[in-house]
């Protein structure tokens, strides 16, 4: 039999939920969001990302960059509300202002006498690359490049329509109350899906689908196969993918979407979404993505009452279906041997 990996603590401790952010997340690529608005110069976005404050600007020389949203001097949060556009960024606490490029420039009334190298107090840089038309961050110096980090990804997707040959709808956030690492697993499993997702189950032909993974388990791919009404809808082929630790999607004949989990705290994560369609009438994509929201709703439901019940005391490990959550038991090996490494 195949035992669960990880200790109860894990999923509930403040410690762990630091350590996870420190060891996993900071340590791999992160989706931030859409490309579409970071196209011209000076354009900005600030978000935070698992626990950072962070922006993307697009330099005059066409670059695009990413740094923590936090002044060199005394800490404030340099860029307020989520889109604009600047020639410089300047620090709305003391003025201090730095180029496009992350240095600083000036630092008004600081004082003459004042011993200060500008080349050394430039913003703390974050790294930034793109794939499909989505922007992702990373940072760690070490990691791999984005396209590495992805593995067999792309060319999974290579089958399907990309964000860019697609309209992007919008998206939605939403939070719930458990841990990523209760969330994820639950990703990784068909298992479940006739209990918790009914409608979904009717519209999914599980003979013909299968789940599989990639790239040593980082990568879980549900191949799907559609039945029903919902085949005109999303075609009769599909992928849903989940990319360790914080990245999923969906991809289908007429639609692509991406989404962002991340921990809050111990017992609290937050999944942002966004949705591209093609061919799709407005009821469409809005009863779309009302029924991604009714999905995620329904897996956070489930999910918080595991949270529940790990912090309640009396469950501390169970058994793992070798037939139904294989995948599972590989995740929990992932996040161990990330928290190990103590680099």
Known sequence: MIKTRLPVSWYIDPEAHQRDRQRIFARNWTLFGPAVGLSQPRAWRADTVNGWPVFVIRGDDGVLRGFHNVCRHRASRLLLGETGSCARIVCPYHAWSYDLTGALRKTPNFGDGAELDLAQMGLFAIRVECW?????????????????????????????????????????????????????????????????????????????????????????????????????????????????PGFQGVAGARSFKAERIEPLSPNRMRLTNWSWFADLSLEERADSTAWNQQITREDMGICETVQRNFEAGIYEGGLLSPLQEAHLARLQDLIADAVQDAR
Do not use: M
């Open 132 to 244: 499909n038309q989505l922007v992702f961050v990373c940072f760690d110096a070490q990691a791999s490049d984005l396209t590495s980090w992805l593995g067999h990804l792309p060319e999974i997707c290579d089958g399907f329509p990309k964000p860019a040959e697609l309209e992007l709808h919008g998206g939605f956030a939403v939070e719930g109350d458990c841990n990523w690492k209760a969330y994820c697993e639950n990703t990784v499993e068909g298992y479940h899906l006739p209990l918790v997702h009914k409608r979904l189950t009717a519209a999914v032909d599980r003979d013909n689908t299968q789940i599989k993974s990639y790239d040593g388990g980082r990568l879980v791919v549900f191949h799907v196969t559609y039945a029903g009404d919902d085949s005109a809808l999303r075609g009769n082929q599909g992928i849903w993918f989940y990319r360790f």
